[in-house]
């Protein structure tokens, strides 16, 4: 038995999973375009996947109006990818791309073409006319663009018009009395199908209730399917969750760092073919698009990272170290959070966003001298010393004794008085976060997102005290779900070391967020990806239920199409902010050009050969206080 979610072949078909082996048929593709689409196998013949996949279950016919000619086009995607390329097949001369986008992505009056996509959402069963979150198209020529297409295709009115940006969202009342609309968020609440690591494995297929219930002998040649996101990323060979992911979540991103499949899929638990699958060796596939599942006679383990990685630290420097002085060197001494911290800092005294302040980090050195005098040193000895023939019940255990041996045991009074008064020298700010900061995150190759722990410490309060913070931050670097996964990675645990980076907290943000300095949905395109949400409220671990706002947005100048544009191509909104974005046209501007100046500056100093379009980081983010200043707070680098 097969199971498979392939998109191509469910345009006329009902069910959106299909069972048994498939088979496309053979297409006759001798026309590049069709003037008027008669049916839905008009569609399916001309049909491609859309350029951007931040949707999945998508199906895109493009179309073409030549205002000269006053002709309407349903081009071919097995013969042209791009507007361009057909306007230049049909004129019989070449249009340079850079002329072609500066008027034909705008309201100049040279603009020659009017240009969209006619999109199957397979999810909604609708059909949706889309044009390109860059282009100014006016109104009166979305309302003409839409009749004559609408005119031309079986679809007529029922063909809706899709309000993927932010400017079309501005002229949403304008829009309402003239077309059927419809939203990126309807869209996105209506998927079944998130492609979230594409990779593929071989597996032993399991079903897990609950995350309380998750077996202890889960191994690297299980395939899990869970209902909820889980708290740690388990040694398995793939996943299958009901929880949809945003870009950026901690599954998402630990899951790229190990290249296995990760999709998520609503209804798997009851899916009745899917649980046929139960407890058989299976091959997983992910794609943008689709996933399967099917079973194999054998399976054939997944190659894990070869080697052992030696990390480089430096206990020489004993003095608390203002980030004034964090350089990327730093990382030798206080690790990747703070030195990646301290390049930030020097970016924002040219930039328009500040980093954190009161900031200052507490070297490795203080954190090995807490280990020796607490006696966590001997037990961790003891730990590495059995390593590989331990059973995990009996590392967890061990480990627990480690943290709490650092936790109870009291820190060196000197220094806790140090950091107090280094606090304390900066001004008001007395309510600190404490983040790790260790030299086995945050690096190329091995992000480590959420393995390791942040914590408040306020000065003086008898409860959220300084010390309890540092150790419990000393003492996360012993957890299991870090140990385990510096060891799928065989990375050295003795020479692993915990810093410190210590700013101010945030108690009054308005916004937080994260973003890719990538466009994560179109190869080799312009674009940032940004999640964003009211408050506090975590974009990365939210609460059950929560959604926030996902768009891509692009800086000033990246291209000759965006320049001179407010260009904001939203995804989904947050469930908290009444179907609005949490962010203006104009603060999602102001963060994109900053993020192309940290890409572009972490480019020079990184030696990096890839090109700018593929060079990734994942930034945090926030906007503080009622005059809602953009802070940045952590940079570190995408590994896709």
Not at 10 to 29: N, Q, S
Request: aromatic share 12%; glycine share 6%; charged share 25%.
């Amino acid at each position: 038995m097969n199971i498979t979610r392939t998109i191509k072949t469910l345009i006329l078909l009902t069910t959106t999973l299909l069972t048994g082996i498939l088979f496309l048929p053979g297409r006759v593709e001798a026309q590049r375009s069709l003037q008027t689409l008669s049916s839905p196998a008009d569609f399916e013949k001309l049909s491609g996947l859309p350029l951007s996949d931040k949707y999945g279950q998508v199906l895109a016919v493009k179309i073409l109006w030549d205002l000269k000619k006053e002709e309407l086009h349903f081009i071919n995607a097995n013969y042209f990818t791009y507007h361009h390329e057909f306007c230049n097949y049909q004129q019989g001369y070449t249009i340079e791309l850079e002329y072609f986008n500066e008027v034909n992505y705008s309201e100049d009056p040279r603009r020659r073409y009017l240009l969209g996509n006619i999109n199957l959402y397979r999810s909604l069963n609708a059909w949706a006319l889309e044009i390109s979150p860059v282009d100014n198209m006016p109104v009166s020529q979305i309302i003409f663009l839409y009749e004559k297409v609408a005119e031309a295709s079986f679809i007529g009115d029922s063909l809706k018009f899709l309000m993927n940006s932010s400017r079309l969202q501005q002229l949403r009342d304008e829009l309402t009395e003239q077309l059927p609309l419809i939203s990126p968020g309807d869209i996105y609440r209506n998927l079944d199908f998130q492609a979230i690591g594409k990779f593929k494995a071989y597996g032993v297929l399991k079903f897990i209730e609950n995350q309380d219930s998750m077996p202890d002998d889960l191994g690297p040649m299980d395939i899990i399917v869970l209902r909820e996101t889980p708290l740690y990323l388990p040694r398995v060979a793939g996943i299958l969750v009901t929880e949809f992911q945003t870009p950026l979540s901690h599954l998402t991103i630990l899951g790229q760092n190990r290249k296995i499949p990760i999709a998520a899929y609503k209804n798997a638990f009851q899916d009745s073919t899917l649980r046929q699958l139960q407890d058989q060796k299976v091959l997983f596939s992910v794609l943008s698009d689709s996933f399967s599942i099917e079973p194999v006679a054998k399976l054939r383990e997944t190659v894990k990272p070869a080697g052992t990685i030696r990390l480089r630290a430096d206990l020489s420097v004993d003095t608390l170290t203002g980030v004034e002085y964090l350089d990327k060197k730093a990382f030798l001494y206080a690790g990747n959070k703070a030195s990646n911290f301290g390049l930030l800092y020097r970016i924002s005294q040219k930039g328009s966003f500040k980093t954190p302040e009161s900031a200052f980090v507490i070297p490795f050195a203080f954190y090995d001298q807490h280990i020796i005098n607490s006696g966590a040193g001997a037990l961790i000895e003891e730990l590495l010393a059995e390593s590989g023939e331990i059973h995990q019940d009996s590392l967890k255990v061990k480990l627990t004794a480690i943290r709490n041996q650092i936790t109870q045991a009291p820190m060196d009074e000197e220094l806790l008085q140090d950091i107090k008064q280094k606090i304390l020298s900066f001004g008001s700010y007395t309510k600190m976060r404490f983040r790790s900061s260790t030299n086995a995150e945050d690096a190329k190759g091995f992000s480590g997102a959420g393995l390791y722990t942040s914590k408040t410490g306020i000065v003086d309060d008898p409860d959220k005290t300084v010390e309890k913070a540092v150790r419990k931050v000393w003492a996360s670097l012993w957890s299991y779900e870090a140990y385990s996964e510096r060891e799928y990675f065989n990375i050295d645990h003795h020479q692993v070391f915990m810093g410190i980076l210590v700013h101010r907290a945030f108690p009054d943000e308005e916004v937080n967020g994260v973003a890719i300095t990538k466009n994560l949905y179109r190869p080799d395109a312009f674009g940032f990806v940004v999640n964003a949400q009211l408050g506090d409220e975590s974009v990365v671990k939210p609460e059950q239920g929560n959604q926030c706002d996902q768009f891509i947005c692009y800086p000033d100048g990246a291209d000759n199409i965006y320049e001179g544009k407010r260009t904001v191509d939203i995804i989904s909104f947050s469930n908290l902010n009444e179907g609005k974005l949490v962010m203006t046209d104009s603060e999602i501007q102001l963060l994109a050009n900053e993020l192309d100046r940290i890409k572009k500056y972490f480019m020079a100093h990184s030696f990096s050969s890839t090109a700018y379009l593929d060079f990734g980081l994942d930034v945090e983010f926030k906007l503080d206080g009622h005059n809602r200043q953009l802070y940045i707070k952590q940079v570190r680098y995408y590994n896709d």
